[in-house]
């Protein structure tokens, strides 16, 4: 069917999860299959003195017990990390080995230390609780910024104040010297709060080797099932790769947390091999908390300098980046090169210095948490900028329109150079925060706030802009930025005999609606029914590569791999159909589902074409039988989504508490085949920015005791602690893909947590009060108010 | 989240629940609705050897009004109890701190008497039922008898209950007169317990309150009645500038509990806030 | 030691043996094979493991499988007629009130309670009753809407009969 593209298609998806027919990796059993249950550290940081598994082993049900010291004889090495960020002086990244298994020490709490295998999920766990484990407890360390002091607990201890990386970006010295001529200068020094992903479905592994076959088959709940295989062989088993099948099947939620290359993926592959049987742990969500990636954790002083016409001139950045006791896949990647370039924002400002020290604690380990460093540049530009407005009584949406980088459209004009590095494919700024201006009749609620504010009412507005990197990544840039991989990815357009056409993707849905997305976009280029397209990913047998889900990169990455399966083709279907109308190819053309000799009514469908390609007995000479074209696409460039945000709250002077009133989300994601799927993506971006906002954030103590990990301390969105969100966006297309799309799956966070801080400080202003930090909890906004009054 | 290995028992009647209790001591744990038991069995926080079924009694699930009393059986669930015409036309407050408790789900299979039995510092119950002066009723081997909610909270997690002893009923005097009632609570924002929770009941008579209860779960070990609040608006119209200057005196004598959600400082203002909140309420129940 | 049990899920009528500490939602998951009740937590909090039990809406994480002998269970995968989705699946189709699908048996049951008990929700009554329901995906908003949509439909359908 032509013309699919840009409607909002229901889910093709849904009717297996509306009826209980999702297939997580959790309800997959194997014949003979072993359960297993991780003994994990619940100290921060202490000696493992010695390992007792005697009594446990002979527990009922109980296979095999495997400590740290079995992992070390074994020669496995740990888990590797994907992404190289240098020292300064060009000394390398440290990266200490995180093995499956600890063996002498434990590093944070929830640090695996042995894992017990058997007949049941009950009875494995009932043998780990006879497994005795001698601690000696030692000092931890917790705060980034601390962790770097003399005296400080090493993580590792050859590593010399817990510093895995420092990293710059900009020119120091012209943004020093630009910083002093500034009019006025704003200083902000904060803490952007450790988050928990929560995806709701717990990681669970299973891994499953055959010995007949010498081969390996490993279910896992991943965003990227292919990585998973290329690490995991290549750097932890050492396993070739065409023995090893990895599949990730419905996966319940990701938000970045499921992309990594988890210790367990290759504990269960490795488990399996000993025993001869197929293992599956599944995480409690008690684990979850404790070993599923955080996100954020940055501890930055920042400053802007303005000149005396309100124009930003000047940047400076400095962050202590917490990534936890080893560095996760992409950990070294995120404070850097997905926060820093990102600190030109949508403005003008000239000079720009960043400086990034990347730290060991003894926490869970820190990587990309969904817009990945993103959030952090934004909430750092959009509460500077506001804080600014507030010091210069200034208007903040005035200030912001000065500052906006002027339209280009990347094809006539040129992209934008930022002065950190990125080049901006297409953007025009001002509209997106004019409509949602609009949308929240700005002017009429802030005479509303001055008459609320005249009888006791805290209404505040909270602006936000933002824009950000995604449709990760040009390889080539990506490669000479420290990435170990490139960051393509694959598509395989298979047109089987009757004009059914399968499609397999290297990307990865876990949510995002693939399935039926880019169905609509096979759909409407061969003008067939979406019925007759089939998305097939997931699965390392069937998808032949894919760099996986991440980095709002499906559509604009992937998709366009698809683009270039299709061009190919319609290439060949071309001249098929020419050979079969005794036509020249030239003078066809293809619409509406068949190749038509122009000016005629002579043509042939595509099943007929795709018929003949498998039965050829009248046959262009020279032309290959079949119609199955695999592709590779290496995007040009990043793709810079933007959009504004704007949160109305009120805030309740005697509690504390914030109540979000209104929530308005216009955003720019360039082109969109499915609004539906993309206003979806917005909503739960946006929530999960609230989150961060008002309610979520890890707590640690100070002998590393993660304080909140449960649901029970750890607070959720809920359905009552949100509004109805107001959405709308504009259409900037991409220039530099065939779809012109940006993506759509991390601007909802990005924008939105700043919207929402900027409401509250807003809303506290007539307090003198300028600056709280996340999450903006009912005493900490109380205490605030109580302290100013 | 798999609790460990216990025998399992139905008991069909009140007698036979307690024999088991007797039996087996402190190894032996009452399951009534298990939404306060389950979970800490799941997390292996409470680990009984022998668990005994009262769901299934029967007569144990009843809301009745009795000689000025509202009877509620002690398996009667929060749902009952928030959906019970009777309860919302005798005291309405017990609707309120019923409906209030953590989630649709939770309400649906918790029940009364196993929440009273656990006695959570944070669970809604215990203030409803410090404010309405309600009677547990416990039976034991020797007998029954009748405790008054204000000798039954003992502190964290500890009651008057023995350990072979089974909660069968609720009694709450039905006030007379031109009463009140409302519950308020400030929610914990990730268990939904209580920050802080205030029921209150006042009478008035000749425009005076003439009766004041008012009682606090969340903010301290245990529930408690303030009575400190009680008497200062005890004998004066229940308007706000009275019942502002009552709550003011909020959990002042108290020792006040502390995490990451409220400190004291806060939860002591907290008590204030609620108190006034709930005491406007009834006297707009009045 | 295992406990017999007889009760019907779905309709049909189940006779096992069980562990007592078997809960009932793995009692679903592991010995039916009903896997679209899910396990989302370890503090009765996410709401994942939502079925009906005798008509009300409970937590099956929160309830031993001993513990349901005798009652009427239903799960996600009986809520459907044949072919037919129930009004609420449908509206979870139409809305787009879902999208990794990992809450969403858990979300689609507690709505039918909520729709048993008040056929005419309003969007606050919508969203606390879904205070037992996390969802990470949606912000919510399409899975109220999602509720409204099943609410007007189901409406209809009880005026049509």
Known sequence: ?789 | MIPNKFDYQKATTVEEAIEYLVEYGDEAKLLAGGHSLLPAMKLRLNNPVKLVDINRIPGLKYIREENAMLCLGAATTHYDIESSELVKSKIPMLCQVAASIGDLQVRNMGTIGGSLAHADPAADWPAGMLATEAIIVIQGPEGTKNVPAKDFFMGLYTTALAENEIITEIRIPIPEGNIGTAYAKCVQPASRFALVGCATIISKNNGLCDRVKLAFTGVSVNAFCDEAVEHALTGHAPDVDNITIAAEKAAINVDVLSDHFASENYRRHLAKVYAKKALMEAANNL | ?161
């Open chain 1, 1 to 789: 069917m032509t013309n699919m593209i840009g409607k909002p298609v229901k889910r093709v998806e849904d009717k297996r999860f509306i009826s209980g027919k999702g297939r997580y990796t959790d309800d997959i059993v194997l014949p003979g299959m072993l359960h297993a249950h991780i003994i994990r550290s619940h100290y921060a940081h202490a000696k493992i003195l010695g390992i007792d598994t005697d009594q446990a082993e002979k527990m009922e049900g109980v296979v095999a017990i495997f400590t740290g010291k079995d992992i070390a004889e074994a020669g496995i090495n740990g888990v590797p990390c994907g992404w190289q960020v240098d020292f300064k002086n060009g000394e390398t990244m440290k990266e200490p080995p995180h093995p499956l298994l600890v063996a002498a020490k434990a590093r944070y709490m929830g640090d695996a230390v042995a894992v017990v295998i058997a007949e049941s999920k009950a009875l494995a766990k009932d043998a780990a609780e006879m497994v005795m484990v001698d601690y000696e407890p030692l000092d931890a360390i917790v705060d980034a910024a601390m962790a770097v002091e003399d005296g400080a607990p090493l993580v590792h201890e050859d590593i010399p104040g817990n510093m895995a990386f420092d990293w710059e970006l900009g020119d120091r010295e012209k943004t020093n010297q630009t910083m002093a001529k500034a009019h006025h200068t704003t200083t902000l020094e904060f803490v952007n709060q450790r988050l928990i992903p929560n995806a709701i479905e717990p990681r669970c592994a299973i891994g499953d080797y055959d010995s007949t076959n010498d081969k390996y088959t490993l279910y896992t709940s991943s965003q990227n099932p292919h990585l998973i295989r290329l690490l995991m062989c290549a750097f932890v088993l050492g396993i070739p790769e065409h023995k090893v099948r990895v599949v990730s099947p419905d996966v319940g939620g990701g938000f970045g947390s499921k992309i990594f290359h988890y210790t367990e993926e290759a504990l269960m592959t490795w488990c399996s091999k000993q025993l001869g049987k197929p293992i599956k742990w599944t995480a409690e969500r008690s684990e979850s908390f404790m070993t599923d990636c955080h996100g954020r954790d940055h501890v930055t002083k920042a400053q802007m300098g303005f000149d005396e016409n309100g124009k930003i001139i000047g940047l400076r950045v400095k962050t202590f980046a917490n990534l936890g006791a080893y560095l996760s896949t992409f950990a070294p990647c995120v404070p850097t090169y997905l926060h820093g370039t990102l600190l030109q924002g949508l403005y003008t400002t000239t000079a720009i210095h960043v400086d990034v020290t990347g730290v060991f604690t003894h926490t869970t380990p820190v990587d990309a948490y969904r817009g990945a460093g993103r959030p952090e540049a934004t909430y750092l530009l959009e509460r500077l900028i506001d804080k600014a407005a507030l010091e210069m009584k200034v208007d903040p949406a005035a200030l912001r329109f000065k500052n906006f980088i002027p339209p280009f459209d990347g094809i006539n004009e040129p992209g934008f150079q930022t002065e950190v590095a990125l080049q901006y494919d297409s953007g025009n700024y001002a509209p997106v925060l004019k409509r949602a201006m609009e949308m929240v009749d700005y002017e009429a609620l802030r005479e509303e706030q001055a008459s609320g504010r005249n009888n006791g009412k805290l209404i505040g507005i909270g602006i936000s802009t933002y824009i950000e990197a995604c449709g990760i990544a040009p390889s080539a840039v990506v490669g000479s930025l420290g990435a170990r991989a490139g960051l393509y990815e694959s598509a395989q357009v298979r047109v089987q005999p009757t004009g059914k056409v399968s499609v397999y993707v290297g990307s990865h849905a876990h949510g995002q609606g693939h399935e039926t997305t880019f169905a609509q976009i096979v759909a409407d280029k061969f003008g067939i029914a979406m019925e007759d397209v089939e998305i097939v990913h997931g699965d390392s047998e069937s998808v032949a590569f894919g760099m996986g889900t991440y980095g709002s990169r499906s559509l604009a990455v992937g998709g366009s791999a698809i683009m270039k399966g299709i061009e190919k083709v319609l290439e060949k279907g071309a001249k098929i159909a020419a050979h079969k109308l005794e036509a020249s190819e030239n003078d066809l053309e293809f619409a509406e589902g068949k190749w038509t000799v122009k000016g005629t009514d002579k043509s042939i469908s595509f099943g007929d074409v795709a018929l003949t390609a498998y039965v050829p007995h009248n046959y262009p000479e020279g032309l290959e039988p079949g119609m199955d074209f695999a592709s590779f696409y290496d995007p040009a460039n990043f793709t810079y989504p933007f959009g504004a945000h704007i949160a109305v709250v009120e805030v309740d002077k005697e509690t504390g508490k914030v109540d979000l009133k209104r929530f308005i989300a216009c955003d720019d994601v360039g082109n969109v085949i499915n609004p539906m799927i993309v206003d979806g993506q917005i909503h739960g971006g946006v929530a999960q920015g609230i989150g961060q906002a008002l309610f979520e954030g890890a707590i640690y103590d100070e002998s590393g005791q993660l304080v909140n990990g449960s649901y029970m301390d750890y607070t959720m969105p809920r359905a009552d602690d949100l509004p109805l969100f107001e959405t709308d966006r504009t259409v900037t297309p991409c220039p530099h893909n065939p779809l012109g799309v940006k993506g759509a799956g991390e601007a909802g966070t990005i924008g939105s947590a700043p919207a929402v801080v900027n409401a509250v400080m807003d809303a506290l202003a007539p307090f003198g009060i300028k600056d709280l930090e996340m999450p903006l909890t009912p005493e900490k906004v109380w205490n605030a108010i109580h302290n100013n009054q």
């Open chain 3, 1 to 161: 030691m295992v406990s017999p049990i007889h009760l019907k899920v779905n309709g049909q009528p189940r006779s096992d043996e069980v562990e007592p500490r078997l809960l009932l939602v793995y009692y679903l998951r592991e010995v039916l094979n009903l896997t679209g009740t899910h396990v989302g937590c370890d503090t009765s909090s996410c709401g994942a493991c939502v079925v009906l039990v005798d008509g009300k809406a409970v937590k099956s994480c929160t309830m031993l499988a001993v513990q349901a002998d005798g009652s009427e269970i239903t799960t996600i995968e009986g809520l459907a007629n044949g072919s037919e989705l129930h009004p609420i699946q449908e509206g979870f189709k139409e809305q787009h009130g879902l999208q990794c699908g990992f809450c969403t048996p858990g979300m689609i049951m507690t709505a039918l309670q909520l729709l048993e008990r008040n056929p005419d929700p309003n969007e606050a009554e919508i969203r606390e009753a879904l205070d037992g329901n996390y969802c990470r995906c949606t912000g919510y908003h399409n899975v109220v809407k999602a509720i409204q949509y099943a609410a007007k439909k189901m409406k209809k359908e009880v005026f049509h009969d």
